[in-house]
């Protein structure tokens, strides 16, 4: 596709129960990123793949949190035992290799909406 | 007792006046900006960006202006209109592969 697609846009899901938000990033970009953006509140940083490099972890808010990109390609991030206080909108972005001048701008996607009941 | 979230600060101005967004970055080592507008139910998209080589850059309508010396950045839009109501959010890049780190967000409501 022409831009990063995330699926669902919407989840709704009960306290106690795993999520799992995906995210396909424009093809040919290298480096992912995922943020968590609360209600009326910036881009909270999560993860960040680049490369074959090890992923950056140091934004998982808890060990509930996980993230992994199959192939290069598609991210997964998984939520284990959703609590109320994730309800956010987590955002997912892409950008060619960081490691090269001139590719920092990111391309995000639109977002899933996730609410904990 | 109740909780209380944060709330972006907001810049309330005038159709057709300026707008001026101001950012303090963190990084003194940081040697790429970019600022992002975010409009509601929508993921962050790009406006302008500038590299630490510089202090002013134009885009349309929008010129951001860098102040190494205090870490400041600023945003500064012309003749603003309806449309560009939304969150803008300023991102630093520290170079040699690092994260883009995001500031808090403004909120720009333009009045008609």
């Known amino acids: 596709g022409a831009g990063v697609s995330q699926s669902p846009s919407n989840k709704v899901t009960e306290k106690g129960k795993d999520v799992e938000l995906r995210c396909d990033p424009i093809?040919?970009?290298?480096?992912l990123y995922w943020y968590r953006q609360s209600l009326g509140q910036g881009l909270e940083f999560l993860i960040y793949?680049?490369?074959?490099?090890?992923?950056?972890k140091s934004g998982l808010p808890s060990d509930r949190f996980s993230a992994e990109r199959t192939g290069g390609s598609v991210s997964t991030l998984t939520i284990q035992r959703t609590q109320q206080e994730d309800s956010a909108v987590y955002l997912c972005?892409?950008?060619?290799?960081?490691?090269?001048?001139?590719?920092?701008?990111?391309?995000f996607g639109s977002g899933t909406q996730l609410s904990v009941l | 007792g109740e909780s209380v979230g944060l709330h972006l600060p907001t810049l309330s101005v005038q159709e057709g006046d300026n707008s001026i967004i101001n950012c303090a970055y963190s990084?003194?080592?940081?040697?790429?900006f970019i600022w992002y507008k975010q409009e509601s139910g929508k993921g962050p998209q790009f406006i302008i960006d500038?590299?630490?080589?510089?202090d002013k850059r134009q885009g349309q309508r929008v010129t951001v202006l860098l102040n190494k010396t205090v870490k400041h950045l600023s945003l500064q839009i012309a003749a603003t209109q309806p449309g560009d109501s939304a969150v803008y959010f300023c991102?630093?890049?520290?170079?040699?592969?690092?994260?883009?780190?995001f500031g808090t967000g403004t909120q720009l409501k333009v009045e008609l």
């Open positions: 972005a892409s950008s060619l290799a960081l490691t090269v001048e001139g590719n920092e701008k990111l391309f």
């Open positions: 093809s040919g970009h290298t480096a």
């Open positions: 793949f680049q490369g074959n490099s090890a992923p950056d």
């Open positions: 990084n003194s080592a940081s040697d790429y």
């Open positions: 500038i590299r630490s080589n510089m």
């Open positions: 991102a630093e890049n520290m170079g040699g592969g690092n994260k883009l780190t």
